[in-house]
């Protein structure tokens, strides 16, 4: 079965400095990972998404995701980080039957 | 949210009571699907649905049913409630594109509490 990894519950890094929030994946044949964006009492926003193609993905408000297949990895990245990028932000990955499997969660805090 | 409303938006009932959320949408997509968010577990799926009348369990759907009569509605009854359904439940709607590539949108969600 396929899974997703978020190694963190929380990442704190100060206003303007890059960030990283990890995930990892274990997935049979080629994976499609996902990053969504929930901001309080609102539902889940798609960031970006990787298919096929070129290592890193860009994707909404200046995010950007960069997949290592030798490190299955799936890290999402800004080189820096606003305030108002707090929030949970959570990895998945497409599973048979077009259903996504989803981390945990990481929680983003940008402190001014 | 993409098109996509939850109602009730909040829900406090008691054990036992059967209480049924709905999820409608105005962009016609095929697939539908109902999350549950609880800390430290992220989404869980609890159903799902790829046409009327077509639905399928999720890793969650013991003491769930779903029913999906139109395209645009997707409701999801809890049969006899239990503290351990108090959750906040999320709806989320997709379509297959060209290459088998597709994201899913999100409702805004219904927070559930069972007393």
Not at chain 1, 77 to 98: I, N, T, W
Not at chain 2, 20 to 32: A, D, S
Not at chain 2, 70 to 75: A, P, S, V
């Amino acid at each position: 079965a396929q899974s997703v990894a978020q190694p963190e519950d929380q990442v704190n890094v100060a206003e303007g400095n890059p960030l990283t929030v990890k995930c990892t994946y274990s997935v049979s044949g080629n994976p499609y990972l996902f990053w969504y964006v929930q901001y309080p009492n609102r539902g889940l926003q798609f960031l970006l998404k990787y298919i096929t193609g070129d290592n890193l993905v860009k994707g909404s408000y200046g995010f950007e995701a960069e997949f290592n297949k030798s490190q299955t990895s799936f890290h999402l990245k800004k080189p820096s980080a606003l305030v108002s990028d707090s929030a949970l932000y959570f990895c998945a990955v497409r599973e048979k039957g077009d259903k996504l499997i989803f981390g945990t969660g990481t929680r983003l805090q940008v402190f001014p | 949210d993409a098109g996509i409303t939850q109602s009730p938006r909040h829900k406090v009932t008691e054990t036992g009571t059967p209480v049924t959320l709905r999820c409608h949408q105005t962009e016609n997509h095929r697939y539908m699907y109902w999350y549950r968010q609880d800390p430290g577990h992220g989404l869980r799926l609890i159903h799902y649905s790829y046409g009327v009348k077509d639905t399928d369990k999720g890793e969650v759907s013991d003491g769930y049913s779903v029913s999906r009569s139109k395209t645009e509605d997707f409701l999801l009854t809890l049969e006899s409630a239990t503290s351990s359904q108090t959750s906040v439940y999320f709806c989320a709607i997709s379509e297959v594109r060209a290459g088998g590539s597709y994201e899913q949108y999100f409702g805004p969600g219904t927070r559930l509490t069972v007393t």
